[in-house]
């Protein structure tokens, strides 16, 4: 299939299409400032242990705010929220540019700046998440919509690396942050032109601890909910916490410099990027347990090979099946997890979604840059990715039971017949 009716289908609905284009956009200048951001930290400090610190302040509110953020979603108008959050992130570019270009950087306004960011991105992950299915004119539409917002962030590690490492080495960091700023603004004018269906009223708004509890009870109570989430945790844990320690690889292991540093996260991306469109290209969601359990396979052995690779080569092939495994996992769960998700809990979910992988990266990155220190960065990424085949392993052991309960909501939902085939 080809066009709107294949691979770029969810681009048919006017409001999905803005999101692309503005969202597009914003990523290229996220990433550059992610790559940037890393490399001023390790310039200034020479320390692995540092950006393990940065990334734990940056990664640490997701633990804690995300899913008061998925209360909101379910509450509030969604892209209002957006709008907010994204107008924010843009006051964090804007002050984290200033800080640098006037040379009154220090470490400690890196740290305080990551984390502020950290805060903002608790609350807009979930809520982004969540809004997708408000965008897309058919449900059918929503896993190839998924699969395409994937594509658009990992189109961006692609593109933004590459763009982050040429401007560190002519400019400097500073001019980074600001671009960033900058990309902000397309992101916003679409989310303001967009025409939404008002979303269907709720009678009556119970205590936000009561619908964070009922949230809970809810996404950890259904087995194939309980198991996706705590797959993803693992994985974030153990084995996402590579690109904390992508500085030290490329100076110390490749004798690399910035363009190294670019070149290994372009990688990553490039691979992520294949992913998207393989996602994107399937028509259904049938399938969808398999490919889980196989990207994790492929994203701990891609982990390995890089982890004693010193060579320039074989180390960003091994990153692209990083990038294409890890983002193959996250963007399947996604798509599981949004297809039989009932509607009003759906930002709570997505909330649990968002601190399984976001909540866990501080501790990851923590632990990375403690364990770099102490027993090398190889020996570190070695023992996550050994983390990352013990949990690909568990969740095949579980996958027929995991079929087994969502059987009724595909048949139910009309994606299966009634009786139904084996469908994961």
């Known amino acids: 299939m080809t066009g709107y009716s294949g691979i770029a289908r969810a681009l048919r609905a006017r409001n999905f299409r803005l999101f692309v284009a503005g969202q597009g956009f914003s990523l290229v200048g996220t990433w550059m400032q992610q790559i940037a951001m890393s490399w001023l930290v390790y310039r200034l400090s020479g320390s692995a242990m540092l950006l393990g610190v940065v990334g734990f302040v940056n990664q640490i509110p997701s633990l804690f705010l995300t899913p008061l953020a998925g209360v909101l979603a379910d509450r509030w108008d969604r892209r209002r929220l957006l709008i907010i959050t994204q107008c924010l992130a843009m ?12 040379g009154l950087v220090q470490i400690w306004h890196v740290v305080w700046l990551s984390a502020i960011l950290g805060i903002i991105n608790a609350f807009d992950i979930p809520i982004r998440q969540s809004f997708v299915v408000e965008m897309v004119d058919k449900r059918e539409d929503l896993g190839n919509a998924i699969a395409l917002n994937a594509s658009l962030f990992n189109g961006a590690r692609l593109i933004g690396p590459s763009i982050a490492g040429i401007v560190l080495a002519a400019f400097g ?110 028509g259904t969601v049938l399938g969808l347990g398999n490919i889980i359990s196989r990207s994790v396979l492929l994203f701990g052995l891609g982990l390995a090979v890089f982890a004693f690779s010193s060579s320039l080569l074989l180390s960003c092939c091994a990153l692209t099946l990083v990038g294409f495994g890890g983002t193959a996992m996250m963007a399947s769960c996604n798509t599981i997890l949004q ?61 027929p039971q995991i079929r087994d309960h969502v059987r009724p909501i595909y048949i139910r939902l009309g994606i299966l017949p009634d009786p139904a085939p084996d469908m994961m």
Not at 177 to 185: D, G, H, R, T, W
Not at 218 to 242: C, D, E, H, N
Not at 339 to 363: C, Q, Y
Request: glycine share 10%.
């Open 91 to 102: 006051l964090q570019a804007v002050v984290l540019a200033a800080v640098v270009l006037t």
């Open 173 to 282: 960091e500073g001019i980074c942050f600001l671009l960033n700023a900058v990309s902000f603004c397309g992101v916003v004018v679409a989310l303001m032109a967009m025409r939404l269906n008002p979303r269907p009223h709720r009678a009556e708004h119970r205590h936000v601890l009561h619908e964070l509890r009922e949230g809970i009870s809810y996404s950890f109570g259904f087995s194939p909910i309980r198991k996706i989430l705590l797959l993803v945790a693992l994985v974030a844990l153990t084995g996402m916490s590579y690109a904390v320690l992508m500085p030290v690889f490329a100076r110390e292991i490749l004798h690399g410099d910035s363009r190294t540093f670019g070149f290994l996260m372009a990688s990553a991306g490039c691979g992520a990027f294949l992913s998207t469109l393989f996602l994107a290209s399937r």
């Open 339 to 399: 297809t039989i998700v009932d509607e009003d809990k759906r930002g709570r979910v997505m909330s649990f979604f968002s601190v399984a992988f976001s909540g866990m990266l501080p501790f990851g990155s923590l632990l990375a840059g403690w364990l770099a220190g102490f027993i090398g960065p190889s020996q570190t990424l070695l023992l996550g990715s050994l983390g990352c085949l013990l949990g690909a392993l568990l969740f095949i052991r579980h996958l």
